[in-house]
Structure formats: structure tokens, C-alpha cells
């Protein structure tokens, strides 16, 4: 079994920064993509930032420039700098992760719990 957990959300005002954390552990042969989504409430969940484990990145046009994804491959940990933050980034934001837990699986989806960001204005 492969757990994630997030860590670093809160309450921070518009124009501050926030870095999530996000640690994978448990039967881990090789993880893949790592991702950050978030959910605002009323609304779908949508892809933040993703990161391969060759360190390629993308973003959503709505946090370009402002947020950097980055990972520690040797920690199996995914992190999320958000910088200029606005009230439209209030969120749940869950970490994803594909992990393969044997060479001969194929990789399979884990979802981290899901951190608080609120962004006052």
C-alpha cells in the first residue's frame, strides 16, 4: 500500500506565499507523475502542477509565474512553492502521485487527503 500526505496549508493573506509538502511512503518501486490539484468549493477539481520524474514541468495558465513545483526524488516528496497567492487560489489542494509498487505492476493513481489553502483578501 502507498500513503501520501500533504502538509503546509493555512491561512495566509493575498499576496503572501504558502509551500505544500506532499510525502509518498509505504511499497514504493517507482513513482512517476506528481501532481497538485485543488477543489474550490462548488466547483470541479481541477490540475495545479505537474511534475515528472525526469523534472518536466506544467502549470495551469492560472498560476503560471506564481507557483514552481519541484520534487526530491530520494524523499519521494513533491513540493508546491505558491508565491503572490489571490483569493481565487482557496482550495483543497490533494496531492497525486502514479506509483508502480513492483517492476512488474503497472502504475496505479494514489491521492494524498487534501490540505486547506485559504487566501484572504
Known amino acids: 500500500q502507498v500513503q501520501l500526505v500533504e502538509s503546509g496549508g493555512g491561512l495566509v493573506q493575498a499576496g503572501g506565499s504558502l509551500r505544500l509538502s506532499c510525502a509518498a511512503s509505504g511499497s514504493i518501486f517507482s513513482i512517476n507523475a506528481m501532481n497538485w490539484y485543488r477543489q474550490a468549493p462548488g466547483k470541479q477539481r481541477e490540475l495545479v502542477a505537474a511534475i515528472t520524474n525526469g523534472g518536466s514541468q506544467n502549470y495551469a495558465d492560472s498560476v503560471k509565474g506564481r507557483f514552481t513545483i519541484s520534487r526530491d526524488n530520494a524523499k519521494n516528496t513533491v513540493y508546491l512553492q505558491m508565491n503572490s497567492l489571490k483569493p481565487e487560489d482557496t482550495a483543497v489542494y490533494y496531492c497525486?502521485?502514479?506509483?508502480?509498487?513492483?517492476?512488474?505492476?503497472?502504475?496505479?493513481?494514489?491521492w494524498g487527503q487534501g490540505t486547506q489553502v485559504t487566501v484572504s483578501s
Open positions: 497525486n502521485a502514479l506509483v508502480r509498487t513492483t517492476a512488474w505492476r503497472p502504475s496505479l493513481d494514489y
